[in-house]
């Protein structure tokens, strides 16, 4: 039996990668900086939490990351943790910086020292490609980041290539591009747009307020992403991957979408507003995943009109249910 350390367990990623896990009869431990006091809602959510063993974890504190991972013992570590939010990156850049690159390299460091055959996956970002002019990115397209968040992500990205190649490390990166769920916080736009969108459906005469909404993205449905980063470390060699569905869409054609599906006419409803605007925005962004399907066998089956299907279906369940994803 495997055991699988999850860093960030608590988020979208790290509660869906701890059911396919589970699942699979790994072991499964993880880790958010203070355990005893995060709620873990996600995981309860998935009803999972009593089969997950949980451990407090500070990436950015090396001696911290060296003494879970001597006590955990893993056979796989997943690097899900770190600032998550594009738009906090402008808010937040040194916390960002920080806890994605920093974490990471403790992480590799940390690794390095025990001496011990530990694979690990790193959350890349296509944020790290910035802007492409419209043409998908593949593992080959050049960083062009234009966020602190993007920054941080390829600053990652690079030490876990230094690492690999100077030290033999089995680690990977995985670029993801978009991918949401019902297990999203509302901070994220999409998440937000679905939730006023069923508010507005039960009878809140709220408006919705949006930023840039031409903006253009790749989106996917995360419980299918995180199959991906699994099979990432099943590889002979280690290697990095794009993964995403390779169809973009305006975030408005998601916002239409979203209250099409509610029987509401989303225009009547939505109001753009400039000071939701990021100071650098991308305006295509889209992903290229020939490699992750001639490689590792993954192909997404949902794109971004499945997603909001899924989004809104969940949002509709009674209290209590669970979004458990069953996985092939």
């Known amino acids: 039996m495997k055991t699988a350390l999850i860093c960030g367990i608590s988020g979208q990623d790290g509660a869906y990668l701890a059911q396919l896990l589970l699942e699979k009869g790994y072991t499964v431990c993880g880790t958010s ?3 005893q006091m995060s709620s873990f809602s996600s995981l309860k959510r998935l009803g999972i939490y009593n089969q997950v063993k949980l451990e407090s974890m500070a990436l950015t504190d090396f001696r911290s990351v060296l003494q879970v991972l001597t006590k955990v013992d893993p056979d796989e ?9 594009v738009g906090l990156s402008f808010e937040l850049p040194v916390e960002t910086l920080e806890s994605i690159a920093t974490g990471t390299l403790n992480l590799l460091e940390a690794i390095r020292f025990l001496a011990k055959p530990i694979k690990l996956y790193n959350a890349g970002s296509s944020e790290c490609f910035g802007n492409t002019n419209g043409e998908p990115a593949d593992e080959q397209t050049p960083f062009r980041p234009r966020s602190p968040y993007g920054v941080a992500k390829a600053t990652a990205f690079w030490e876990v290539a230094n690492y690999r190649e100077a030290y033999g490390i089995f680690a990977a990166s995985g670029i993801l591009f978009n991918h949401e769920s019902p297990l999203r916080p509302q901070r994220f736009v999409t998440q937000k747009i679905i939730a006023t969108a ?19 993205r790749d989106w996917g449905w995360a419980p299918e992403y995180v199959e991906a980063m699994y099979l990432m470390l099943q590889q002979p060699q280690p290697d990095d991957y794009v993964i995403a569905t390779g169809q973009a869409f305006a975030l408005q054609d998601f916002v239409a979408q979203a209250f099409a599906s509610l ?10 507003d400039q000071s939701l605007y990021r100071p650098t925005e991308i305006a295509h962004s889209q992903g290229n995943p020939a490699k992750a399907k001639r490689q590792l066998g993954w192909k997404a089956q949902f794109a971004m ?18 979004d458990s994803f069953k996985f092939s």
Not at 263 to 270: F, M, N, T
């Open 77 to 85: 570590i997943y690097n899900l943790a770190g600032q998550s939010s």
């Open 263 to 272: 029987d509401l006419d989303w225009q009547a409803h939505v109001v753009i």
């Open 198 to 216: 069923q508010r507005i459906a039960a009878g809140s005469r709220e408006i919705l307020r949006l930023g840039n909404t031409a903006i253009q």
């Open 305 to 322: 009109p499945d997603v909001v299907r899924h989004m809104v279906a969940a949002g509709n369940k009674d209290a209590g249910a669970t």
């Open 33 to 35: 900086r203070d355990a």
